[in-house]
């Protein structure tokens, strides 16, 4: 067994620590790896994955009575989205004539 080992309830508190940051709300690896004092990669390992991750986290919370909830759109996905309704916008909208009379 290797001693530099990080223990899985050192990972749960520090995906604990990184919940709170975003309020509760799923997060991927590398918003993690942003935040955390430790790397994305451990976890993953000792999990599977990233999701049964989020998975094992969803548990931990549970027993101290909180709840991790899911991300509605991913972050990329909003300004896509963003940037397309403006273009949109700027070229569907006629430039109207404004006249003042006295």
């Not at 991300?71 to 070229?91: E, M």
């Amino acid at each position: 067994t290797r001693i530099d080992k990080i223990p899985r309830e050192k990972m749960l508190d520090e995906l604990e620590k990184v919940a709170k940051t975003f309020r509760y709300i799923e997060f991927g690896w590398r918003d993690f790896n942003k935040i955390a004092n430790i790397s994305a990669n451990p976890i993953k390992k000792e999990f599977g994955t990233w999701k049964k991750a989020l998975g094992a986290l969803k548990e931990y919370l549970n027993k101290k009575g909180l709840d991790l909830l899911p991300r509605k759109v991913p972050p990329n996905r909003i300004h896509q989205d963003i940037r397309l309704l403006a273009s949109n916008t700027f070229y569907r909208v006629p430039f109207s004539k404004i006249t003042f009379t006295a």
